[in-house]
């Protein structure tokens, strides 16, 4: 849920990942072409002999994707229109030290995001139409809290590559991605992110020492009950 356009560096790391997202494809085997009036910067089709697949590439620079709810308020934006989401995100938001590729069957995603769209009404959670619903890759699926159901589909679909930091950096990238969430993640408000994400003591330490611009060391949290 960071704001992928906030600052250069971050809109650099967004085109490279989509690049490596390309290049995995690639390397698998897939010849991958822009789809005709396709119209979402993020949609592609991917053709190995007969088999064609149309695919949704998502970056994430925390671990989390979305997708937004059509307005009828029954299906999802891009992801209705695919067979495979293929999600390429650093494994960790505040101290990355890999890129992985994971190539998700679309039919999962659907009925994931349908599991925590329902999970989160009945909590009471404010889902306003057109907004994305976002899913962690990397925290496996659990009732409690509800921001976790539907997780885990980087664990359930291993990576098809990895990029390892400390040896190399994400191919230069020069397209623009994920139309569709753009506006969306620049209007993410630490509100909306808090909804989203479940309040553990660390988080809360690290929010307020970010809002009050002070160390993580000089916040000291007790709960009395």
Known sequence: MTNVNATPAKRATRKGL??????????????????????????????????KHKVSIRTSQD????????????????????DYVVAVSV?????????????????DARKRYNRAYDARKAAGHTLPIGRGIWLSLYDKEAADPVSYVGAGMGVDYPPLAMINFSKEGLPQGSEEVDE???????????????????????????????ALGVPETSIKITIEH
């Open 180 to 210: 569709d969430m753009a506006e969306e993640d620049a209007e993410l408000s630490l509100d909306q992110t808090a909804e989203t994400l479940p309040l553990t003591i660390p988080e809360a330490k690290r929010r307020l020492a970010e």
């Open 91 to 107: 494994n960790d938001k505040h101290n990355p030290t890999e890129a992985r590729v994971h190539m998700i069957p679309a039919d």
């Open 18 to 51: 989509f690049a490596f997202g390309i290049e995995t494809l690639e390397r698998e085997g897939w010849k991958v072409s822009r789809i005709p009036r396709g119209g979402k910067a993020s949609l592609r089709l991917i053709t190995k002999g007969e088999n």
């Open 63 to 82: 671990a989390w994707i979305a997708f937004p709810r059509k307005r009828a308020e029954a299906g999802w934006v891009t992801l209705d229109d695919v």
